[in-house]
């Protein structure tokens, strides 16, 4: 009995450290991390399933040049994941249904005048969408060949009106963050971040829970370098190290949301950086924690439910709070 009473009390003592940090397990030993790919691309958004906009219709029109025949509808839904995981291993990528460096490395195909086919549309429609208007109708043309060149003297590339990694990498970055979801809460992937950097009712921690120090991936400098169009970063103690990730804009808009229209104040107290569990939605820049709302600490007395049910009602489809294991101090929302 006493044991276990002092077991308690001592479990009590470590727990909101340990559970803030991690969520679902417990800390991974820092052997596990892996070595960052400095070699990685820099430069290519993250795009994934719930991601709308131009970047998804270049993967789309893309995965159906390679064999995947893709709705270009924009919308990355299920039948779009199944098509990058198809491709991924294809490539002896890991498969885990992300469009990122590496993905879009294999995914591009270098167009140029005479060329036809699903990749010219993909270029042809990113060139529309970063205001060279052209029509998207496969065929690489001299109309879409002096835009090409167009956007590349705008960019600052070789104006050589060949479409290749450089030219692609620029289409998908200048006209990526179009991915406007529509309907309410709109505005770019920058603008939401923005919008949260700024408002005083979406307090971002700019320490890390666990006491670690790493600035460059509290919830704080991950929206801060959003806002400003940079990729988020994770923590160096994470399962998977420094890495670079591309918040998830469907989980913005909802963060924007919970002030905006269910008008919760709330504290976050990690995105991506922190320790999670090893396939945690953190790392993809698809979840946030928060302990706080409405200045009550969560799990004494602060509105955990309605807070949850928002999170859900905005597009969440992980949430974990008290009475789920490990989270009786913190909210999680992943998309
Ligand atoms: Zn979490």
Known sequence: MKRGVLAAAAFAALAPTLLTTAPVHAATPAFELVAVQAAAAQGWPTV?????????????????????????????????????????????????????????????????????GNAVKAAQFQLTANGYGVDVDGKFGPDTEKETKAFQRKAGLDADGIIGPNTWQALVNNAGDGNNGGGGGGGTRADLAKHLRDDPDAVLLNSHVSGRDHAASTARA????????RPAKTSPWSDVGVEDVTLNINMLRGMVKLDTEKGYSYRVTAIAGGDHSSTSRHYRGRAFDIDTINGRRVGSGADHRGFMAACRQFGATEVFGPGDAGHSTHIHCAW
């Open 222 to 229: 991950n929206i801060v370098d959003t806002a400003a169009g």
């Open 48 to 116: 994934n399933r719930g991601d709308k906009g131009a970047d998804v219709t270049a993967i789309q029109y893309l995965l159906s040049q390679h064999g995947y025949a893709t709705d270009a509808d924009g919308i990355f839904g299920p039948g779009s994941e199944t098509n990058v995981k198809k491709f991924q291993s294809a490539k002896g990528l890991a498969s885990d249904g992300d469009v990122g460096p590496k993905t879009w490395a294999k995914l591009i195909v270098q167009v140029k005048e005479g060329s036809s």
